[in-house]
């Protein structure tokens, strides 16, 4: 199984496009165009501690739920043996919020100061250093998803597990739910193919309907893949969530 982790990613080359040419985002789905899914969020890590006392870099994705809060995958943020952690941001962490490319001059990078996690499931709130105004948030949904409903996946992960590069081009896909467990959704590709599918540096990355979060992406199979993909449920979080983010 492959998880769409930072942290399982510890003794991985990590390279983030350094000597090599940019990737796109979401395995087997369209590139999205600027002003489609402002909310969906680019997360640059970098100078993340390992046991042996080196660093690497990673990424995550995540979805904007207020001006100045991130949803994510809890796993994005850890400690040097892999736990999530709370609190300070435990390396340095900038947020790309507004652009469908990395080359767009319009969006803003701002840094993530602040972490806290559900304890629930592989849900994450991260705060930013300041507002970012002017940019459509998602709603958090307030009931549980339902067998083949339709939702959008928008990330900045990979395409394909070899070699597997942050992206610089938001890319989405359609899928469909399969399952519904207590704190889960299993959701499996639709369009533009079967297989359309998270992949790595997606973790995090929103699942949603119209302009509502259902999910976030949390571990699968390698990429691409026509399986399911575990995703984490915000609707039981959602009083906690708007507790944390006032």
């Given amino acids: ?3 769409v982790t930072v942290a399982g990613l510890i003794g991985a080359i ?22 489609m899914f402002p909310f969906a969020v680019k997360l640059t890590m970098t100078d993340i501690p390992k046991p042996d006392g080196s660093t690497y870099d990673s990424a995550c994705s995540a979805g904007l739920i207020s001006p100045q809060w991130i949803a994510t995958a809890g796993h994005c943020f850890h400690d040097v043996n892999g736990k999530p952690v709370s609190g ?16 767009d001059e319009s969006g803003t990078v701002v840094d993530v100061v602040e972490v806290r996690q559900s304890g629930v499931n592989d849900v994450a709130l ?6 970012v105004h002017g940019v459509t948030t998602l709603d958090v949904a ?23 590069v942050p992206s610089t081009q938001l890319r989405y896909g359609k899928v ?15 369009w533009p193919s079967a ?8 973790s995090g990355a929103p699942y949603f309907a119209g302009n509502t979060l259902v999910s976030v992406e949390s571990d699968g199979p390698g990429c691409p893949h026509d399986g399911e993909e575990t995703t984490a449920r915000v609707d039981i979080l959602a009083d906690w969530i708007h507790q944390q983010i006032g």
Avoid: I, Q
Wanted: hydrophobic content about 35%; some cysteine; overall charge negative.
């Fill in 1 to 3: 199984m492959r998880r």
């Fill in 14 to 35: 990590l390279v983030l496009g350094f000597g090599a040419a940019p990737a796109n985002a979401v395995a087997n789905g369209k590139d999205a165009s600027t002003g």
């Fill in 88 to 103: 300070p941001v435990p390396y340095d962490t900038t947020a790309t919020v507004g652009k469908a490319n990395t080359d």
């Fill in 126 to 131: 991260a705060k930013l250093a300041e507002p």
């Fill in 142 to 164: 307030t009931s549980a998803p339902e067998k083949d409903d339709a939702l959008t996946l928008a990330g900045w992960g990979a395409t394909e597990e070899t070699n597997p």
């Fill in 176 to 190: 469909a739910v399969g399952s519904v467990a207590e704190s889960t959704a299993g959701v499996h590709g639709v």
């Fill in 195 to 202: 297989d359309t599918s998270a992949c790595t540096y997606d």
